[in-house]
């Protein structure tokens, strides 16, 4: 009896050893769903942190120097500047979500950026990976459809940031302002990365670039460190 019982459990029992092992394999990601994967899991973080609000870029003029009074006119700037400033704090302060607009085209750091970071981190340490489909990818925001702080919307959807009006405050039909990033070059043991990202107010006013580090050190990926490249 108990021989019969042990011929029928073996192979029961090697079919459970093989699935525990499967299932213990951990899986890996295909190199291009990879880099995917991480930009989603620092997006948020690095938008954050570099994102411009044309609704606040344009404060009062400054004091001008007169030739009748010979010197620097404040007349009424003091008063003008607690408004500006009155008024920058009521737009922080609004509940709803910010509007910010992606460009959805992520392809690698441009040569000009390139030889400007090589100033700050030593590049060839690091590599892009191998993409199917070429050096671009769309970078897909419906991952981001429910964050609570930010709306995101591709640029496609909207005129030209360089034809906003930024003096038309009240238009709410328009982004804040815009965003895009880069694709992220790793080092060999894909535990760190850099990219560059950008952010505009529009209006073709302003716009800034940065290098971004990112790293994973606990199993997450987050940001290390964000240098300010350039302004225009």
């Known amino acids: 009896m108990s021989m019969r019982f042990i011929k029928l459990s073996k192979p029961i029992f090697i079919i459970l050893v093989l699935l525990s092992s499967f299932g213990c394999k951990k899986k890996e990601l295909p190199e291009s769903e990879f880099e995917k994967e991480v930009l989603n899991n620092v997006f948020v973080e690095i938008v954050d942190s570099i994102y411009m609000d044309r609704r606040m870029m344009l404060g009062p003029p400054p004091p001008i120097f007169t030739s009748k009074i010979n010197k620097v006119d404040t007349t009424g700037h003091a008063t003008e500047l607690r408004k500006y400033l009155h008024y920058k704090d009521s737009i922080k302060n609004i509940k709803e979500r910010i509007l910010l607009g992606v460009y959805e085209q992520v ?126």
């Not at 400007?116 to 990818?137: C, M, P, R, W």
């Not at 640029?155 to 003096?167: A, D």
């Not at 800034?208 to 302004?231: A, S, Y």
């Open 107 to 232: 392809g690698k750091i441009s040569s000009l950026e390139t030889e400007i970071i090589s100033k700050e981190v030593e590049l060839s340490n690091f590599a892009y990976d191998t993409l199917k489909e070429g050096d671009e990818f769309k970078f897909d925001l419906k991952p981001f459809k429910n964050n609570r702080k930010f709306r995101f919307e591709s640029t496609s959807k909207y005129l030209h940031e360089k034809n906003w009006n930024l003096n038309d405050k009240s238009n709410s039909l328009i982004p804040v302002g815009t965003v895009f990033i880069s694709r992220i070059q790793f080092d060999k043991t894909k535990t760190k990365g850099v990219l560059t990202a950008g952010a505009s107010c529009g209006g073709g006013k302003c716009g800034r670039g940065f290098l971004v580090i990112i790293e994973n050190k606990t199993g997450k990926w987050k940001v290390n460190k964000i240098i300010h490249l350039w302004d225009s």
